[in-house]
């Protein structure tokens, strides 16, 4: 399948293009922030990279740089709607528990306000849902070609 077939597909690629709705609250060159649709919290927004990745076991130690990114955007969106860093959590689902096939970071907040299942959901160590940090090592300790 072609890029362009691709993102004619995912409907992360079509928020980017401005084909599809969604409440954005970042947007710069590389990467787009928006509100998810099923919020976790009060505040539950999505970081994708604008290039369509399927997923973080398509990332590489080249490419890390990517998940750095989206954290630093995630931490500045925090502060900016009067979030803590201390009260967040911030991480992607595992494959093949992505419902979307493009790189997407959840950042939610506050993380107490979350309900029981959300916690669940999202719950970092779980074979499902890590942080960036875990991310991070995983990428380091499995993958080493480019994208």
């Keep these: 399948m072609s890029v ?11 928020i980017c ?7 954005i609250v970042h947007q710069d060159l590389k990467y787009l922030a928006f509100r998810d649709i099923k919020p976790a919290s009060k505040n539950h927004l999505l970081i994708i990279p604008r290039e369509h990745i399927t997923d973080v076991k398509s990332l590489t130690v080249e490419t890390v740089k990517i998940v750095e990114e989206m954290v630093e955007i995630g931490q500045q969106l925090v502060k900016e709607h009067l979030g803590t860093l201390v009260d967040y959590r911030m991480g992607f689902h595992w494959p093949p528990f992505n419902s979307v096939k493009h790189l997407h970071l959840h950042v939610i907040f506050p993380e107490q306000s979350m309900s029981f299942i959300g916690r669940q959901v999202f719950r970092p160590g779980t074979f499902y849902f890590a942080t960036p940090e875990t991310t991070i090592d995983w990428i380091k300790k499995h993958r080493s070609s480019s994208l």
Excluded: E, I, N, Y
């Design 17 to 23: 293009q401005g084909l599809a709705p969604a409440s």
């Design 4 to 14: 362009v077939q691709q993102s004619l597909k995912c409907v992360f690629c079509q």
